[in-house]
């Protein structure tokens, strides 16, 4: 029996940048990891993390900006 694979949900980030949100990443939240992608090029690639690890790296770039 194959496994069940459910496709990835993407959503905007709520901060998107400038007036038509251009400048802008997409999350998909899953519950062993949480990817991320450019909006603008989502075929590019996605960067992926173990859940546990997703808030950490957010709280570096919030304190190094």
Do not use: Q
Request: aromatic share 8%.
């Amino acid at each position: 029996m194959k496994p069940t694979v459910t496709p990835d949900i993407w959503r905007k980030s709520s901060y998107s940048g400038g007036g038509d949100g251009n400048n802008c990443v997409e999350i998909a939240n899953r519950p062993t990891h949480i990817s991320i992608r450019d909006s603008k090029d989502p075929a590019l690639g996605t960067l992926t993390f173990p859940a546990e690890a997703f808030t950490p790296f957010i709280e570096g770039l919030k304190a190094s900006s």
